[in-house]
């Protein structure tokens, strides 16, 4: 295994002793990317089979404390700043080009929208990158899409999107019953199309979509269509959508029945939405050639 595959391989969400902020080098940011985890509980109103979040683990914290947050934040800007990060094993192992801050992303152990301060959080992280001149870092939302039209949940996607925000909003399925299979949420599927086509018609939105090979099966042809009728539908309904991200599995997760797609299925897949939505930018992310 080469260092380079390490450094991603390597996405735990904790930092020496951080609580809230974690450093990941990501193929998807193509560079360094700062982690804000605003579910130290590990709360999710998903329970996607394919999670990594090992929830029979107790979590270090439940609690969200802002302050902390900010100091943690603050710390990684300055050692992303300075290049010292770098220093150390696993970013020592990035390729020059890859040393460079792309964004800070709300991910982490949970879905960032169900946090009660959801809204302050994303000021204070705006706040903190605006004060330091950061107007090329970009902030990230990645979310299920459950709660997008919240009332609390746009007022955060408001202060987002004036601070180079992207939302990275996740769509696996074209189905309900799919989405039942490997979501595992009790949000009617609906809710989940309702938040994205509203989402989109109001800023551009990109949808991330995890295919993935499930007890021996990957999505179908005919959910794969369904899928891009789902997109299309958004598209019909004004919406926008600034690209798709199209990855599977790439790191061992608590379940094992769930594997990467191969990367011909995840092609065949990606060759199917691109022939049904030409006019959006699809990017794939292929899943490790070996697993262990
Ligand atoms: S939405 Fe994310 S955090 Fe929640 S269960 Fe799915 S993969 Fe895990």
Redesign the pocket.
Known sequence: MTDLIKAHLDHRRSWQAFDYCYPVISRRSRGLSLGVNL?PD?A?????V????DRTVPPRRRDLDLDQLERELAVLLELAGSGEIYDAPPFDSARPEQRRLNDIAF?????PTTAATFAEAVARVANLKAARGLSAVKLVL???ATRLQAPEVVQGLDTLMANQGEIWA?LDAGTEPYYREI??SKVPFQRVLDNLLATARRWPTIIQT?FLEWQGQGPTTAEVEAYCDRLQAILDGGGTLAGIQLYTVARPTPEAAARPLPRTALEAAAAHIRQRMPNVPLEVFPGPEQWP
């Open positions: 579910n590990q999710c109103n998903f329970d996607c394919y999670c990594e979040v991910s982490g152990d949970g879905e990645i979310t299920d996740k979501c595992r995890l």
